[in-house]
């Protein structure tokens, strides 16, 4: 019988009170438990970077984050994006400039790039390219990707 | 699902090592990011977990009053990109931070956790090698602190003893004051890649000539390494090309490179030779000498 810890955390500005298994990963929790399913689940071990979601506004796998470890923390997973029925600057980029093709990378591309957007820093081509590197895409061939999120940076 | 049996999230660093010393079987873990993928891959099972996430502050970067700056073991590869401290004074560092994995692992990998795996190809091990980084241990008796060079003792193996947390990663005006220094990442992808073979050089330069030359490869022994025939070459030696090309052929002889199926042997000696010279070449640029043709 494993153990388990009871968590408070924020998702997408609501509160949620829990019971967690100790082995379970924030992926495991959001998605079979909370029913996030935005969060996509990939490699599993920190390389694709599909389970991408924000914790108090920086952006980590949540493959490779336990669960317990979100205790007291605040949450943004791609349904938290979107407010009042209204799509984000960065989610309208991404349509925008046709960067969503089977839109399984999506999600956590659009997290980092709000996380980007928040940060107030200006970014270099090359520095954009470095800081989106931790997703792969197998679709678009990036460079959709990349107009969009340099779009997004610029038009702040 | 990771297969773990208990996890302790102890909020003070006193906590902390009572919680070690009652429980040997407890395993460190930091931002995660080596430890749960090796579970990930099986490759412990039942894992007894000693979380350092929840104690506040052991994630400070500082300069101490004799101008010692203080790295706590906690700080994220982001964090230590991102501060002003690193930037100013150890430019080198945020350069070897910023080539880790990828963004998100940078925001979660802890410097502290990159040294204590051990690992031949940790970016951040290389330079802390090539700064004479000390490393701060606490245990219950008392505090310790040890020279990196002396802290590795094979491919994954630390001498960290049992007890024992890393709290500090110390870096003596000395070593870093008046320097110029170049960390060379080598490996097949630009990004979220491991190294094929690190090189961090740091040196100063005065009249034309090298002083204080340090040269640490990464992935070119069982552990991180310091050039010392390269090293003791280049003191005093007047920078020129046939000079920087000679050190380079030098480094190659500290090297224990061997193949894999990331790279032949004989690869990696042409990659310590060639990089330690663009490396050095850099390193004398950045500390204000003549960037040679």
Known sequence: ?156 | MFDILRIEKPETLEAALKMLADNPNLKIIAGGTDVLIRMHNGSFEDAELLSLRSIAGMDEISILEDGTISIGAMATFAQIFRSDIINEHLPVLSEAAVSVGGPQIRNMATIGGNICNGAVSADSATTMFAYDAALKLISPVGTRTVQIGDFYAGPGKVKLLPGEILTEILISEAGYKNTGGCYIKYSTRKAMDIAMLGVSAVCKVSGGKLSDVRIALGVAAPTPIRCSEAEAYAEGCDNTRENLKEIGRYAVRASKARDSWRASKAYREHLIEILTFRALKEAVKRGGGVDIE
Request: proline share 1%.
């Open chain 1, 1 to 156: 019988m494993s153990e388990m810890k009871k968590i408070s955390m924020i998702v997408n500005d609501k509160v949620y009170s829990l019971e967690v298994d100790i082995r379970e990963s924030l992926l495991e929790v959001l998605r079979n438990r909370l029913h996030f399913t935005g969060v996509k689940q990939g490699c599993s071990v920190g390389e694709c970077g599909a389970c991408t979601v924000l914790i108090n506004g920086t952006a980590i796998n949540s493959c490779i984050f336990l669960a317990v470890w979100a205790d007291g923390k605040r949450i943004t997973t791609i349904e938290g994006v979107s407010k009042d029925g209204e799509l984000s600057k960065v989610q309208q980029a991404f349509i925008n400039e046709g960067a969503v093709q089977c839109g399984f990378c999506t999600p956590g591309l659009v997290l980092t790039t709000t996380a980007l957007t928040e940060s107030g820093r200006k970014y270099s081509d090359e520095e954009i390219k470095r800081e989106i590197s931790g997703h792969l895409c197998r679709c678009t061939g990036y460079n959709k990707i990349f107009n969009a999120v340099k779009k997004v940076l610029n038009d702040q």
